[in-house]
Structures are given as C-alpha cells and as structure tokens.
C-alpha cells in the first residue's frame, strides 16, 4: 500500500523483492516500474539498482548501458558508495560512457575512502600490472559491481533494512 501511495522507500522495497522474487512475483519488468518510481523520486538506492539492471537488461528490461550510467551517475551525485563503483567500473571500461580510466579510478578511489571493501579489491586489481585489461576483458562475462547491499545476490531484505541504501564505513 505504501508503495502505490507514492512512497519511495517503499517503492524501492517492493522493487528489491519483484527482483529477487521474495514473497512475490519475481519480475524484472516488475522490478523495473517500482524502481523507476523510487529513482524518479531521487532515491539513491533505487537509482543504483535500476541502474543495475538496465544495464545488463533482464526479461522485459532492454539492456541500455547510457541510462545505466546516467542512474549512475545521479545517485554518485548524492554520495551513494555502490554508485560510484558501478559508474567507476562503466568509465574503466567503456559502457554507457567514454572509456575514461583517470576517472573510474577516482570514482572507486571515493568509494575506497568510504570503506567500500569491493572499491578496494578493485583498486588493488586496477594497481597490479594488467589489471586495467584484465578488468576490461572480463567485463562482458560479470553483471554490475554492487548491488544495494554491496554483495552480489544479496536478498531484498538486506536492501530494505539498509539507511538509504548508503553504505557506512565497517
């Protein structure tokens, strides 16, 4: 209810559960309508998780890497840490944006600052003699870095009990 009343946490949540199909339906193109509302609102999270799966597309769901790291991008903007990996990673390698290295190292260098455990696994990669390529050849074969609980597969429950889907230094 609190979704269809225009709530974007809500909105978000019943988006998250669509996706990974706890409790309900699991829709991508569920998923998609529910966290587009949230994005629409400026909800980081949701930003980052349309972001997500528009990028890798899903059943219903073209696959569109430019609005990808445009939802990126916006939730970057509002200091999301998963954001700024996922857009990190699109610069590094070229998808939705102009290849950019100098940048994706920045954006997952922020990230890192901010305790991101993955920002730093990347950095460490990025830093290792071939990393940078082996980062970009293995990039078809991987869906985006982060999901809103900063672990790939992690549930909707995790996602909802998150402050804004904001990760906090551990």
């Given at each position: 209810?609190?979704?269809?009343a225009g709530r974007p946490t809500?909105?978000?949540?019943?988006?998250?559960?669509?996706?990974?199909?706890?409790?309900?339906?699991?829709?991508?193109?569920?998923?998609?309508?529910?966290?587009?509302?949230?994005?629409?609102?400026?909800?980081?999270?949701?930003?980052?998780?349309?972001?997500?799966?528009?990028?890798?597309?899903?059943q219903g769901v073209p696959a569109?890497?430019?609005?990808?790291?445009?939802?990126?991008?916006?939730?970057?903007?509002q200091g999301h840490v998963q954001?700024?990996?996922?857009?990190?990673?699109?610069?590094?390698?070229?998808?939705?944006?102009?290849?950019?290295?100098?940048?994706?190292?920045?954006?997952?260098?922020?990230?890192?600052?901010?305790?991101?455990?993955?920002?730093?696994?990347?950095?460490?990669?990025?830093?290792?003699?071939?990393?940078?390529?082996?980062?970009?050849?293995?990039?078809?074969?991987?869906?985006?870095?982060?999901?809103?609980?900063?672990?790939?597969?992690?549930?909707?429950?995790?996602?909802?009990?998150?402050?804004?889907?904001?990760?906090?230094?551990?």
């Open positions: 209810r609190a979704a269809e809500a909105q978000l949540s019943l988006g998250l559960y669509h996706l990974y199909g706890h409790g309900v339906e699991r829709s991508d193109a569920l998923a998609a309508d529910w966290l587009s509302r949230a994005a629409d609102a400026g909800l980081a999270p949701a930003q980052n998780e349309l972001g997500r799966l528009v990028q890798s597309g899903g569109d890497a430019t609005r990808a790291a445009d939802l990126f991008r916006l939730a970057t903007h954001s700024m990996v996922n857009l990190g990673t699109a610069c590094l390698v070229g998808k939705g944006v102009p290849r950019d290295e100098a940048r994706a190292r920045r954006l997952v260098q922020r990230a890192a600052s901010a305790g991101d455990t993955e920002a730093v696994r990347l950095l460490a990669v990025l830093d290792r003699p071939g990393g940078v390529a082996e980062l970009v050849a293995d990039d078809d074969a991987r869906p985006p870095v982060h999901c809103a609980a900063g672990v790939e597969g992690c549930d909707a429950e995790s996602h909802a009990s998150k402050k804004n889907g904001q990760l906090s230094p551990e």
